[in-house]
């Protein structure tokens, strides 16, 4: 970590390092909307001028019409004088919301009093990623870097397939080829435009996978209990499709189902262990799993928001009964909600319901705070299961730096590399709930975090984030957290 703070402080001290490299990459900036001869527009600002002509240049591999498609406009369309910059403005974010594109950029030019001209350029992103993997197979870094003290012996590694964009109708590709600590197979295919009026998609998915050590308890200090020897533990296959509807720009809704196998070894389901794995007296179970879920995303980034708002209501059906064994329904709700302040201040506020039905869950039912991104900022160590969850996490952060540093090695695929930094502070608060309260610390009580830390933008929606984070429990440290758009 020490060698992690130095690189950000090299980094934020390149443009005063290299001043003359700072001022060449920003002079390589381009407007991503350009509005020419507007003093022609009618002075009259509810009157409208029509789209005399609207042309995408620069796709090589991604279908044309695919970008049409993002656009809430079309040729022959009119638009109000008075809202020209704002429908330009939404229609770039919605382009570059594909991910698929490194840059996009608006040109309206004014014809005469009545008529626009509507240039689209886009500079396409490196879609093919045979990739070699290494993985640590814990929840996130810092669990493997402090609680394993990153031994190599508990790693995944690998090869991946991935391509963005197969047959340039923003289709992706998935092969997993993994060894190591544990074994995966695994491949995945969605298609979200797969009819003529591009508003219907579908995915499968499947695979199989062998893990040497299992999950089989969370203790009294809220930490995963791992049943482990020399061969695996667990054995999982499964399969599953769903059918993908958005008709319009922001709202979709995804139905899936899916079948999924599980065999634990069979001391996992002693009473030494947990009885409680699959709610009963086995150590296998077939699993047959129904979900909707309908999302609304209109934000200027979907990889990295700061202006705009999504959300999203799931409901999940696992098991064909209604109570015992595995059956659970689980209802969901997520929104966020990103601010400008002004003057390159930005606020955002996330928050996330979850209950569980019945309560009495199988423990492989239980997941609550600390998986994937519902966790608190500062309580990564800890998992708190439960069957009803509650999250808000909230963050104030303001743009430092942004600068391109150019790249001449690939000049067909990257001419520049940009960065920019933001400093923040946050606050979160969690609730977890659950019915079996008996061993568990951070269960059925208020739990809260803050902190502060520095977030890195870079090529391909790259961000690093690098947080200082304090906890009700006294405890402090910094965490590493990364996400990329690929």
């Not at 992690?4 to 909307?33: E, R």
């Not at 240049?57 to 638009?79: A, C, N, P, Q």
């Not at 995945?188 to 199989?208: D, H, K, Q």
Request: proline share 3%; charged share 20%; hydrophobic share 35%.
């Amino acid at each position: 970590f020490d060698a992690m703070t130095d690189l950000i402080k090299i980094m934020l001290c390149c443009p005063l390092l290299f001043p003359a490299l700072s001022s060449q990459a920003q002079k390589q900036n381009t407007p991503p909307v350009t509005m020419n001869n507007i003093s022609v527009l009618p002075s009259d600002s509810n009157r409208k001028v029509c789209i005399n002509s609207l042309e995408v240049t620069g796709t090589k591999k991604t279908k044309i019409y695919i970008v049409y498609r993002e656009m809430h406009f079309k040729k022959g369309d009119s638009l109000q004088v008075s809202s020209l910059q704002k429908e330009m403005e939404q229609a770039r974010r919605q382009v570059y919301n594909t991910t698929l594109f490194n840059e996009v950029s608006f040109v309206l030019t004014v014809v005469d009093s009545q008529h626009v001209n509507i240039a689209v350029h886009v500079t396409e992103r490196w879609y093919f990623y045979p990739v070699p993997l290494f993985q640590p197979v814990d929840r996130n870094f810092n669990e493997w870097y402090k609680t394993y003290n990153a031994r190599f012996d508990r790693v995944n590694y690998g090869i991946k397939f991935v391509h963005y964009n197969l047959s340039g109708r923003r289709d992706q590709l998935r092969i997993y080829l993994i060894n190591g600590y544990t074994r995966n197979i695994s491949f995945s295919y969605s298609n979200p435009y797969s009819n003529r009026s591009l508003t219907n998609g579908f995915i499968v998915n499947a695979g199989y996978s062998q893990n040497r050590e299992t999950p089989y308890k969370t203790d009294s200090s809220n930490n995963i209990l791992l049943y482990k020897k020399d061969d695996f533990t667990r054995k999982t296959i499964y399969a599953g499709a769903g059918f993908i509807i958005r008709k319009g720009l922001f709202k979709r809704h995804i139905f899936s189902a899916s079948y999924t196998y599980i065999k634990v070894a069979d001391s996992i389901i002693n009473i030494k262990y947990n009885p409680d794995y699959f709610n009963g007296p086995v150590t296998s179970k077939n699993i047959v799993e129904f979900t909707y879920q309908v999302q609304y995303s209109n934000v200027n980034n979907v990889s990295y928001p700061l202006t705009g708002r999504s959300a999203f209501l799931s409901f999940q059906k696992r098991g064909l009964g209604i109570s015992g064994g595995i059956n659970v329904l689980t209802l969901e709700a997520g929104y966020n909600k990103y601010f400008s302040l002004g003057k390159n201040w930005y606020s955002s506020i996330y928050l996330n319901g979850k209950v569980k039905l019945p309560f009495d869950q199988a423990y492989i039912n239980q997941r609550g705070l600390g998986y994937g991104e519902n966790y608190l900022r500062g309580l990564e160590y800890y998992v708190i299961d439960g069957v009803a969850t509650a999250l808000v996490k909230t963050t104030l952060k303001k743009k430092i730096v942004s600068f391109n540093i150019p790249f001449t090695l690939f000049p067909k695929v990257i001419t520049k590399i940009p960065f920019t930094f933001f400093a923040k502070t946050y606050a979160d608060l969690g609730y977890a709930y659950n019915k079996k309260t008996t061993y568990t610390y951070l269960n059925n009580r208020l739990l809260y975090t803050g902190g502060f830390g520095i977030d890195v933008l870079t090529l391909y929606d790259i961000n690093l984030r690098f947080e200082y984070s304090f906890n009700q429990l006294k405890e402090n440290g910094l965490f590493l957290h990364n996400q990329s758009g690929f």
